[in-house]
């Protein structure tokens, strides 16, 4: 398996523009999270889905993000309108489900790094 | 509530033994796990342990864990350059399915 595939690696746009940013998990993994990594506030969940299905969206900073998982091989991270304190590095991580050992270790992607000017 | 603590930052020697620290605050953590990211790159697992266990060892790396005092500790032996990285603890809750608790991280320098 190729692992966690993020898209795109960098991104850089100006404030009031659309981000999408994308995910595919390993293949078979139930679970999938996003996260958000600062200096300031250090690595942040923000949503994670269990099979396609939102479950805690309590960390998404406002309205301005939305996430989805139309399928179990895809999700979006969506921010508009993006603002210079969206800047962040994005990952995103999939897990297998709870029942066998070592479930809930998680495998991250490489990440998205925004920059809103 | 959920809180894990770490200190920032960490120097040792090439050939030195490496200690990081981490303590967690809910004492119904199920795992706890050690995580590594290096510069542009995402985090990957080195280790983890479950909470009904002191210690585990894994070649290099030997995770203690003291459940009475929340605290878990890594220990790198011989540390050699291509450690240099962040490294995170984390904990999972029991019937919070595999969401986790980040540490704040440790950047660990190693110097000849």
């Known amino acids: 398996d190729a692992g966690v595939i993020q898209s795109p690696r960098h991104e850089v746009t100006e404030m009031g523009q659309e981000v999408t940013l994308r995910c595919k998990p390993i293949?078979?993994?139930?679970?999938l999270f996003w996260y958000r990594q600062t200096m300031m506030r250090g690595l942040e969940l923000l949503i994670y889905f269990n099979n396609n299905v939102p479950i805690d969206d309590s960390g998404m900073p406002e309205d301005r993000f939305s996430a989805k998982m139309p399928n179990a091989s895809f999700s979006t991270l969506k921010i508009q309108p993006s603002e210079p304190r969206d800047s962040a590095v994005y990952f995103c991580a999939s897990s297998e489900g709870q029942g066998y050992p070592g479930a809930n270790v998680l495998t991250f992607g490489a990440g998205s790094r925004l920059t809103v000017l | 509530g959920e809180d894990v603590e770490q200190s920032l930052f960490l120097s040792v020697r090439e050939g030195d033994s490496s200690v990081i620290n981490c303590t967690y605050t809910?004492?119904?953590?199920?795992?706890l796990y050690w995580y590594k990211q290096e510069p542009g790159a995402g985090l990957q697992l080195l280790t983890y342990i479950f909470s009904n266990m002191d210690m585990k060892q894994d070649q290099r790396l030997t995770v203690l864990l003291n459940k009475k005092d929340k605290h878990l500790s890594l220990r790198i032996a011989d540390t050699q350059t291509g450690d240099s990285a962040i490294y995170f603890c984390?904990?999972?809750?029991?019937?919070?399915?595999?969401?986790?608790?980040f540490g704040t991280g440790t950047r660990l320098q190693v110097t000849l």
């Open positions: 984390a904990e999972s809750i029991a019937g919070t399915a595999s969401k986790l608790t």
């Open positions: 809910d004492s119904s953590s199920t795992y």
């Open positions: 293949s078979g993994h139930d679970y």
